[in-house]
C-alpha cells in the first residue's frame, strides 16, 4: 500500500494527463476542422477556376467556330466572285467571237441597220410590212436611192401594195445567200429581253447552314441580331463598318433594330454566297 501522500500525488498526475490528453483532442479537433475547412476552399477556388477555364474554352471554341464561319463565308465569296469572272470572260470572248464574224461578212452592217431604220419609220403599227410607195419614198437620197419603184414592185406578188424588210433585202441583195440574209436579220433583231432570274430554293443544309450562323452570331441569345452583333461577327471580312449598318439598315424590314431568323435569312440569301448551289 501507497503512503497517503503518494496516492495523492498519484491520483493528481492521472487528472493532469486526462486533462492533457483532452487538450490535445480538442486542438486534433481544431487542426482537423481546420484542415477540413481549408480542403473545401481548396475544392470552391479549383471548382471556380474549372468552370471558368470551360467557360473560357467554350467562348474559345465558339470564336473558332465564328473565324471558321467567316472564312467559308470569304471562300463562298470568293469562289462566286470567280464563278462571275468566268461568266463575264466567256461571254466577251463569245462577243469577240461573234464581232469577228461580223467583220468577216460580205455585206455592210451600217448599211443593213440604216435600211431598218427608214424601214421602221415607215411601219408605224409594227406589222412588219410597208407600203411600196412609201417605202420608195424613203429610199431617195440614200445610198440604196438607185433601186427604182418597179423594183419593189416585184416584190408585190400578191398585189397587197407592201413589203417586208427580208423581201427588201432579197430585192437590194439578189446575189446573197440564205446564210447571208440570217445574218442580216440577226443584225436588226431587238434585244431578247432577259430570262427573270431564278427563284432561290435554299436547300435543308444550306438553311441549317444559315440557322448556325444565326446562332453564332446571336451572342446573348435573345432571337434577335443587334447592329452591334453584326459588326462585331463580320469583323476582318470584306465589308467596312458603314457597309455592314447599311446592309443591318435594308434587312430590317420592321426596323425594330433586330434581324430577327427570317430576315437573317434573307440577308444571307442577298449576299449571294449561295448563288454556286443552284
Known amino acids: 500500500l501507497l503512503h497517503p501522500p503518494f496516492r495523492f500525488f498519484s491520483m493528481g498526475g492521472e487528472d493532469v494527463e486526462a486533462k492533457r490528453q483532452e487538450a490535445i483532442a480538442q486542438k486534433e479537433a481544431q487542426r482537423a476542422e481546420k484542415a477540413e475547412e481549408i480542403k473545401k476552399v481548396k475544392a470552391a477556388s479549383a471548382a471556380k477556376r474549372e468552370e471558368e477555364r470551360k467557360a473560357k474554352e467554350l467562348e474559345r471554341k465558339k470564336e473558332e467556330e465564328l473565324i471558321a464561319q467567316r472564312e467559308a463565308l470569304q471562300r463562298k465569296r470568293e469562289e462566286n466572285i470567280a464563278k462571275r469572272e468566268a461568266e463575264r470572260k466567256a461571254k466577251a470572248d463569245a462577243l469577240v467571237a461573234r464581232k469577228t464574224k461580223k467583220k468577216n461578212a460580205k455585206y455592210s452592217k451600217n ?5 431598218k431604220e427608214v424601214y421602221d419609220e415607215y411601219d408605224s403599227d409594227k406589222s412588219g410590212s410597208v407600203n411600196i410607195g412609201e417605202m420608195h419614198e424613203a429610199l431617195l437620197g440614200t445610198i440604196l436611192s438607185g433601186s427604182s419603184e418597179s423594183m419593189l414592185n416585184e416584190l408585190d406578188k400578191d398585189g397587197d401594195g407592201s413589203v417586208t424588210f427580208l423581201e427588201l433585202l432579197k430585192l437590194l441583195y439578189p446575189l446573197a445567200t440564205q446564210q447571208d440574209f440570217d445574218v442580216m436579220m440577226g443584225w436588226v433583231k431587238p434585244p431578247e429581253p432577259p430570262p427573270p432570274p431564278p427563284k432561290r430554293e435554299l436547300t435543308a443544309d444550306q438553311l441549317q447552314e444559315i440557322k448556325a450562323i444565326f446562332s453564332l452570331y446571336d451572342k446573348d441569345g435573345s432571337g434577335g441580331i443587334t447592329v452591334k452583333e453584326l459588326r462585331d461577327a463580320m469583323k476582318g471580312t470584306f465589308l467596312d463598318e458603314a457597309e455592314i449598318e447599311e446592309m443591318f439598315s435594308k434587312s430590317d424590314k420592321d426596323e425594330n433594330m ?9 440577308l444571307m ?3 449571294g454566297l449561295w448563288d454556286a448551289d443552284y
Do not use: C, G, Q
Open 111 to 115: 448599211e443593213v441597220l440604216r435600211l
Open 258 to 266: 433586330l434581324l430577327d431568323m427570317d430576315e437573317f435569312r434573307a
Open 269 to 271: 440569301v442577298s449576299t
